[in-house]
């Protein structure tokens, strides 16, 4: 009988031991699961900004080039100005912002707003208002990316791996051929100063934000900045089509999305990028922003679809995907 006994309780020792083992293999198993949609959703989270980005600075060409039918280009260039700084303005007292106090911040929030403003997109206007095409715009204003990298790995010590100066070229690669088929027919010589001009000053006022305007209240840093820029252009405006606007839809609304959209929007986007990227990480999104541009404006603006924009779209993704992608953790 004892060892019956003994037997019996042996087996269903053997039984709990099994038991516990499957509970525990099971409860590996639901672990492993329930991170796995944590991960992606962390993916999806780190990847937002920079998709928003993309999605409005595309927009910004597709809508100008539709508001500049109703208006000069400076016009519209100075509204989008000064409406964007009225309601930055106004967000920026209502939810009392800091504004700065000592007499070197308010020179650097002037100079980048003239310089990442009023020179960047006055250049981007008044080139495709002496007839350069969006396409060859877009290609030259994406350039940027290459511009600030060769700029910040020696000014900020940026160090970029391999694979991200190879992201760098296949993403210029990509602008290329999503654009290549507008970079025939006859120039404007002074529009295309224009745009160079602009990049220039996107290279310059990006890496001179990136410096000196990291811990700058948003909301208060983004309103001096703008309006600096509508004081610079307003003089511009004047002897080039002037300040009025016909009061339609069709010249209200493209004054209302440029504003708030892809002057507030989008700068905003961009100073996060900086502050959470290197200079030429954050901006190598501009990549994108030609092909998606060409893409969006097949049912915006009637244009046929190119096979280079399809191109261009598969090599500036994986360019951005190479400069953007964090480094492995260590191994502990």
Do not use: C
């Not at 960047?120 to 208002?129: D, E, H, M, S, V």
């Not at 095409?133 to 000014?155: D, E, F, K, Q």
């Not at 900045?225 to 089509?241: D, F, K, M, S, Y």
């Amino acid at each position: 009988m004892r060892i019956l006994a003994a037997l019996t309780a042996a087996r269903a020792g053997s039984a709990e031991v099994s038991t516990g083992h499957r509970g525990r293999s099971s409860d590996v198993r639901d672990s492993a699961a329930g991170r796995l949609p944590a991960k992606v959703n962390a993916l999806l989270l780190a990847a937002l900004p920079g998709a928003l980005f993309i999605a409005i600075w595309s927009s910004g060409y597709l809508v100008g080039k539709i508001g500049m039918r109703e208006m000069s280009a400076l016009t519209l260039l100075w509204w989008r100005f000064l409406v964007a700084a009225v309601v930055m303005g106004a967000v920026a007292i209502a939810t009392r912002a800091r504004w700065p106090r000592r007499p070197m911040a308010w020179i650097h929030l002037i100079v980048t707003g003239f310089v990442l403003h009023a020179v960047q997109f006055g250049g981007i206007y008044i080139g495709l208002g002496m007839g350069v095409s969006a396409g060859l715009a877009s290609l030259i204003a994406s350039a940027g990316p290459l511009v600030i990298a060769a700029i910040a790995v020696p000014a900020f010590g940026e160090l970029l791996r391999k694979r991200q100066w190879v992201g760098l070229l296949l993403g210029l690669l990509g602008v290329a051929a999503a654009v290549g088929s507008e970079l025939g027919g006859g120039v404007s010589v002074a529009g295309l100063f224009a745009l160079l001009v602009s990049l220039a000053a996107f290279a310059g006022g990006t890496l001179y934000q990136k410096r000196f305007g990291a811990v700058m209240d948003l909301r208060s840093g983004l309103t001096v900045q703008l309006v600096v820029a509508t004081a610079a252009i307003t003089p511009l405006a004047l002897g080039h089509g002037g300040l009025s606007i016909p009061l339609t839809f069709s010249a209200v609304w493209p004054i209302v999305w440029a504003s708030l959209v892809s002057s507030i929007g989008g700068l905003v986007l961009l100073f996060v990028l900086l502050r959470r990227r290197g200079g030429g990480a954050a901006t190598s999104y501009l990549f994108l922003v030609p092909p998606v541009t060409a893409l969006a404006a097949i049912p915006l603006l009637g244009q046929p679809l190119e096979v280079g924009a399809m191109i261009g779209t598969v090599l500036a993704a994986v360019g951005v995907a190479l400069v953007t992608r964090s480094a492995p953790a260590p191994a502990e």
